[in-house]
């Protein structure tokens, strides 16, 4: 499939800024009602964007609930979950230590399948019945929705990459393709070491989203590693935090990455109408085409 | 390429593990737990050697640094086991429950020239950074006062199952917690000179502290104030704040964003001006080879494998936030344990007993 030009991301809706913990605060303030990021979402979809890349926070959810709700408002709108929500995780784990926050989060009851592939991949420290059952307990949400590709957090990703755990990528890309006709997609903020591990995992072309812009910000091993990666290998890359949260302005940011034409999709966040038209005013100038594809 | 084992496979030990597995210049040689499940998985899926026995991965992996990230409690024990082997340590915060322990750990790191280190890693943080240049500078004048905060969502509920919600364990906000603001304060305003008004609350603990608020008091005069909250869920994650006051300006930082106000009376630095300057994290942090979680992480553990790097060639490092940095700060932890201005007659015996008692399983261990 062809990935669309901008995707939307949701950093804006619960209180991530990387310039300032105020303007997080605010912005968490703003979008504490479900209905004010709904609001968002359809300003961007009637400027043109059809793509939301989102996480699978619980508020997510509520989002998902709505667009079911009226599929005659979001005709070709398309979620991309990023899973798993983080802090979600991290807090269970503080909370009740590693093994504790497994069971925390499988389900204890349900399907007979799925308590099964728990148990025993419990028993057998197998991964793979594990990572399938989280996956599929995020993807719960997004069930009737159109999701072409499912992304895995830079969190883990990151993790597992310096564990040098690749398994966990081929288990969890053989399973996004089986169970839900999706792509895998990869987020990192080391993207070298990424790819060369996907592909060591056997992962060809991944979609793989990281930090490029133009002020190197979070870009691990620096900017001309990246500009070789992009010259030499085969990858579907995903530009996020172009705008390095405001640091670069918008048409500066997006020319620079437009220099870039090997790079097929920018996801960024925006809250009000104003800027997503601007965004997507400045990228159909640069790109000659619609963001949607 | 250096040699690193890591004890605790826990959040902090699992991130550190990932963080020196993606160093270029660490082979990570073993892996302890008290797990076994975890550390089957690893072994399974990633070929780290594993090990139950710390004593037996410091004896036989050939180890030329050790990472320690255990509960508080056993700190000093395995500390104290790879410093007797004439391993390298970076260790987890707090160095130690007991500012003793700690300054015994830091004599005998420094007689034995190894490279220590714990992981208050504020002090990679680029706004923190800047806070300390701009102080060194004489950028805001004499310090008056400075507000030390810590803040985050992490006992939300009356029940916990982990070694956190136990103080005796190392538990509490005050270790968890509370150490990175202490730790700050001292890497900006040196040891204090009294620590009164403490209060060490709690909120849905029931043995250990969630929320931790005090004075301390400088020999230069100045003042701070402590005031620390883990039960806060108004904040998404954990957050540290310092705030000081100067003569000629006011700093206020966070990791995100560094804001300055300076008087008519300061001499400016550059890049700064008179009356409100923001600097960010885009701007103040140097970019990492590895990101997990944050540069911070990934700058601590690079900057201990780069000393003990130097330590192998037989060349002097700079050290940063080591054992005897960390004991100031555990001597601050434990004051705020014995404040002051508390009354001898309800503290002092417990004290005492307590002091006796883990005195004479020393001396027992050591027989």
Same mark, same amino acid.
């Given at each position: 499939m062809k990935l669309d030009r901008l995707l939307f991301g949701d950093n804006q809706f619960f209180g991530v800024n990387h310039m300032s913990e105020e303007r997080a605060r605010q912005s968490a303030m703003r979008f504490q009602d479900t209905g004010a990021i709904i609001e968002v979402i359809d300003s961007a979809y009637a400027?043109?964007?059809?793509?939301?890349?989102?996480?699978?926070?619980?508020?997510?959810? $509520?989002?998902?609930?709505? &667009?079911?709700?009226?599929?005659d408002r979001y005709d070709g709108f398309t979620f991309l979950p990023c899973m798993p929500y983080a802090h979600?995780?991290?807090?269970?784990?503080? $909370?009740?230590?590693?093994?504790?926050?497994?069971?925390?989060?499988?389900?204890?009851? *349900?399907?007979?399948?799925?308590?099964?592939? *728990? *148990?025993?991949?419990?028993?057998?420290?197998? &991964? $793979? *019945?594990?990572?399938?059952?989280?996956?599929?307990?995020?993807m719960k949400m997004f069930r009737g929705l159109s999701t072409p590709v499912v992304f895995l957090q830079n969190v883990v990703v990151d993790l597992l990459l310096g564990l040098r755990f690749d398994a966990a990528f081929s288990i969890f890309a053989d399973h996004v393709r089986s169970r839900y006709g999706a792509e895998p997609g990869f987020i990192t903020m080391n993207l070298p070491l990424a790819l060369e591990t996907?592909?060591?995992?056997?992962?060809?072309?991944?979609? &793989?989203?990281?930090n490029m812009n133009k002020l190197s910000f979070r870009v691990s091993g620096g900017t001309a590693a990246y500009d070789e990666v992009l010259a030499t290998r085969r990858f579907r890359p995903i530009a996020m935090s172009v705008f390095a949260s405001g640091a670069i302005p918008a048409r500066e940011a997006l020319e620079w990455v437009h220099a870039r034409?090997?790079?097929?999709?920018?996801?960024?966040?925006?809250s009000s109408r104003q800027h997503i038209e601007a965004t997507v005013d400045i990228v159909e100038e640069l790109w000659g085409e619609t963001v949607a594809r | 390429m250096v040699r690193i084992g890591v004890v605790g496979a826990g959040k902090m030990g699992l991130s550190h593990l990932s963080i020196l597995g993606a160093h270029p210049s660490v082979?990570? %040689? #073993?892996?302890?737990?008290?797990? #076994? =499940? @975890?550390?089957?998985?690893?072994? /399974? =899926?990633?070929?780290?050697? /594993? =090990?139950? !026995?710390?004593?037996?991965? @410091?004896?036989?992996?050939d180890l030329d640094g050790v990472l320690i990230a255990t509960p508080s409690a056993s700190h000093v024990d395995l500390v104290g086991a790879a410093l007797d082997r004439g391993i390298h340590v970076f260790c987890e915060k707090p160095l130690s429950l007991s500012a003793a322990d700690s300054m015994r750990l830091a004599e005998r790191a420094a007689e034995l020239g190894l490279v220590s280190q714990v992981g208050y890693h504020n002090r990679f943080v680029g706004t923190f950074g800047e806070v300390k240049r701009l102080l060194d500078a004489g950028a805001i004048g004499q310090v008056s006062h400075a507000l030390a905060e810590a803040y985050g969502p992490v006992v939300l509920r009356p029940k916990g199952e982990t070694w956190r919600s136990r103080r005796s364990a190392g538990g509490g906000a005050l270790y968890d917690y509370a150490a990175h603001p202490l730790d700050l304060l001292g890497w900006y305003l040196g040891e204090p000179d009294s620590v009164t008004g403490a209060v060490l609350g709690r909120v849905f603990s029931a043995e250990t502290d969630d929320e931790i608020y005090g004075t301390l008091g400088y020999a230069s005069g100045a003042s701070a104030q402590l005031s620390v909250n883990w039960s806060d869920e108004s904040y998404r994650k954990m957050t540290t704040r310092v705030t000081l006051w100067g003569d000629h300006g006011k700093?206020?930082? !966070?990791?995100?964003?560094?804001?300055?106000? @300076?008087?008519?009376?300061?001499?400016?630095?550059?890049?700064?001006?008179? #009356?409100?300057?923001?600097?960010?994290?885009?701007? @103040?942090t140097p970019p990492v080879g590895f990101y997990l979680r944050g540069e911070e992480y990934s700058a601590e553990l690079d900057h201990f494998v780069r000393s003990v790097e130097r330590a192998k060639r037989g060349e002097t490092w700079d050290p940063v936030n080591d054992f005897t940095s960390a004991a100031v700060t555990d001597v601050v932890i434990e004051r705020f344990l014995h404040p002051d201005d508390a009354s001898a007659k309800v503290v002092e015996p417990q004290a005492? #007993?307590?002091?006796? %008692?883990?005195?004479?399983r020393r001396s027992e261990r050591h027989a």
């Open positions: 400027a043109g964007v059809r793509s939301f890349m989102c996480t699978t926070h619980e508020r997510i959810a $509520e989002v998902a609930e709505h &667009v079911r709700a009226h599929p979600k995780y991290a807090n269970a784990v503080t $909370e009740h230590g590693m093994l504790g926050a497994l069971r925390h989060f499988l389900p204890d009851e *349900g399907y007979l399948n799925a308590a099964m592939r *728990g *148990g025993r991949a419990f028993a057998g420290k197998d &991964v $793979e *019945g594990l990572v399938t059952l989280l996956v599929d307990s995020e996907l592909e060591r995992a056997g992962i060809e072309n991944p979609i &793989v989203c990281s034409p090997q790079i097929e999709s920018i996801v960024f966040g925006a | 082979e990570v %040689a #073993g892996v302890c737990d008290s797990m #076994g =499940y @975890l550390l089957d998985v690893l072994e /399974k =899926y990633t070929g780290v050697a /594993k =090990y139950t !026995d710390a004593q037996r991965m @410091l004896d036989t992996a700093i206020l930082a !966070d990791r995100q964003e560094i804001q300055v106000f @300076l008087r008519d009376t300061a001499s400016v630095p550059d890049g700064y001006r008179r #009356g409100w300057t923001v600097a960010n994290t885009t701007a @103040l005492h #007993g307590w002091r006796a %008692a883990r005195a004479a």
